[in-house]
């Protein structure tokens, strides 16, 4: 007769393995329905603290290029740029790349780091201040002449270290138009005496001024300096409006000065005989032009000039004397 003992032992792996398996697989389960349950909690989050706090790329615009200082040797851009910040917090603007060509040639290129921070929901005006030295220029190009207008494009990146969307560029250009002043030519072509005598003689320097640009130049002062043979007769300021139109474009100006006869020596019995004299004169003249206000300079060495005398002391204003 069996006992318990001898009654075989019923195990339940099957039953066992399988109920562990379910239940690795419910808290496998749970835990990654946990994980994505915080994906989707933190992207939800994301978006709502996006459209909440409103982060976005800035905006620019380039409002137009000043000329603060133009002469013969070089001139001075300044490029203005509107920057936008729709952002709640400044964002710094890191570095600004600029770039100026003309018909594809690079002129002048360079980089303005730390460049500053706009400022949350604001906007601000960047000055971006450009020089081009004009005998660069040359030294590169021969074929830009002085006198000659060029056109030229500022290439300009904006580089921005926005919250959340990390560091951006904003490209930026504008086209136009730049001057390579040339300085005019002078030429005393004759002098006329108003009062003579050994000891003070008042007289009137006849000047042919030729703009050699090609741009007008609208005269409003004279400064001068004047050597006959090798005495300087003295030189002074002149208020004279004139305009002298582009490409040869003449004006003839009268320059008063005074200077003492005896001084000078052969140079004076020279122009007294009617023969001509040697002259240098030196100055600037200001004008203004298309692109500005601008002091140009005048030279003129080696010159040949001839006295002029009034009918009154035997002469004929109209007629240049004979050599």
Same mark, same amino acid.
């Given at each position: 007769?069996?006992?318990?003992?001898?009654?075989?032992? +019923?195990?339940?792996?099957?039953?066992?393995?399988?109920?562990?398996?379910?239940?690795?697989?419910?808290?496998?389960?749970?835990?990654? *329905?946990?994980?994505?349950? +915080?994906?989707?909690?933190? %992207?939800?989050?994301?978006?709502?603290?996006?459209?909440?706090? *409103?982060? *976005?790329?800035?905006?620019?615009?380039?409002?137009?290029?000043?000329?603060?200082?133009?002469?013969?040797?070089?001139?001075?851009?300044?490029?203005?740029?509107?920057?936008?910040?729709?952002?709640?917090?400044?964002?710094?603007?890191?570095?600004? @790349?600029?770039?100026?060509?003309?018909? *594809?040639?690079?002129?002048?290129?360079?980089?303005?780091?730390?460049?500053?921070?706009? %400022?949350?929901?604001?906007?601000?005006?960047?000055? =971006?201040?450009?020089?081009?030295?004009?005998?660069?220029?040359?030294?590169?190009?021969?074929?830009?002449?002085?006198?000659?207008?060029?056109?030229?494009?500022?290439?300009?990146?904006?580089?921005?270290?926005?919250? +959340?969307?990390?560091?951006?560029?904003?490209?930026?250009?504008?086209?136009?138009?730049?001057?390579?002043?040339?300085?005019?030519? +002078?030429?005393?072509?004759?002098?006329?005496?108003?009062?003579?005598?050994?000891?003070?003689?008042?007289?009137?320097? %006849?000047?042919?001024?030729?703009?050699?640009?090609?741009?007008?130049?609208?005269? @409003?002062?004279?400064?001068?300096?004047?050597?006959?043979?090798?005495?300087?007769?003295?030189?002074?300021?002149?208020?004279?409006?004139?305009?002298?139109?582009?490409?040869?474009? =003449?004006?003839?100006?009268?320059?008063?000065?005074?200077?003492?006869?005896?001084?000078?020596?052969?140079?004076?019995?020279?122009?007294?005989?009617?023969?001509?004299?040697?002259?240098?004169?030196?100055? @600037?003249?200001?004008?203004?032009?298309?692109?500005?206000?601008?002091?140009?300079?005048?030279?003129?060495?080696?010159?040949?000039?001839?006295?002029?005398? @009034?009918?009154?002391?035997?002469?004929?204003?109209?007629?240049?004397?004979?050599?």
């Amino acid at each position: 007769m069996s006992t318990s003992e001898d009654k075989p032992e +019923v195990v339940e792996r099957g039953f066992k393995d399988e109920k562990k398996h379910k239940e690795d697989d419910k808290e496998e389960g749970e835990k990654g *329905g946990f994980i994505e349950k +915080v994906k989707d909690f933190i %992207h939800d989050i994301g978006e709502k603290i996006e459209e909440v706090i *409103g982060f *976005g790329k800035p905006t620019a615009d380039v409002k137009g290029i000043h000329i603060p200082k133009v002469n013969i040797h070089m001139i001075d851009l300044v490029v203005d740029v509107l920057i936008k910040n729709p952002n709640p917090v400044p964002i710094p603007l890191i570095d600004i @790349n600029y770039l100026i060509e003309s018909d *594809g040639r690079k002129l002048v290129s360079g980089l303005i780091p730390d460049a500053g921070t706009i %400022h949350a929901h604001g906007e601000e005006t960047v000055k =971006i201040p450009l020089t081009l030295i004009y005998d660069d220029i040359k030294k590169t190009y021969a074929d830009i002449k002085p006198g000659s207008i060029i056109p030229y494009r500022v290439k300009v990146d904006l580089i921005f270290d926005v919250p +959340v969307l990390g560091r951006f560029t904003l490209p930026l250009e504008k086209k136009g138009e730049i001057p390579i002043p040339y300085k005019p030519d +002078v030429d005393i072509e004759k002098i006329q005496f108003k009062k003579f005598s050994f000891e003070e003689t008042v007289a009137n320097l %006849h000047l042919k001024l030729e703009n050699m640009n090609d741009f007008d130049l609208g005269l @409003n002062a004279l400064e001068y300096e004047v050597w006959l043979g090798d005495v300087n007769i003295g030189g002074a300021e002149l208020s004279k409006s004139a305009k002298l139109e582009k490409s040869g474009g =003449i004006s003839y100006i009268d320059v008063p000065v005074t200077f003492r006869p005896k001084d000078f020596g052969s140079a004076l019995w020279d122009m007294i005989r009617g023969k001509g004299t040697g002259y240098t004169m030196k100055g @600037n003249i200001d004008v203004d032009t298309p692109f500005g206000a601008m002091k140009l300079p005048i030279s003129k060495e080696g010159g040949t000039t001839r006295l002029k005398k @009034n009918k009154e002391d035997g002469g004929n204003d109209d007629d240049d004397d004979e050599d």
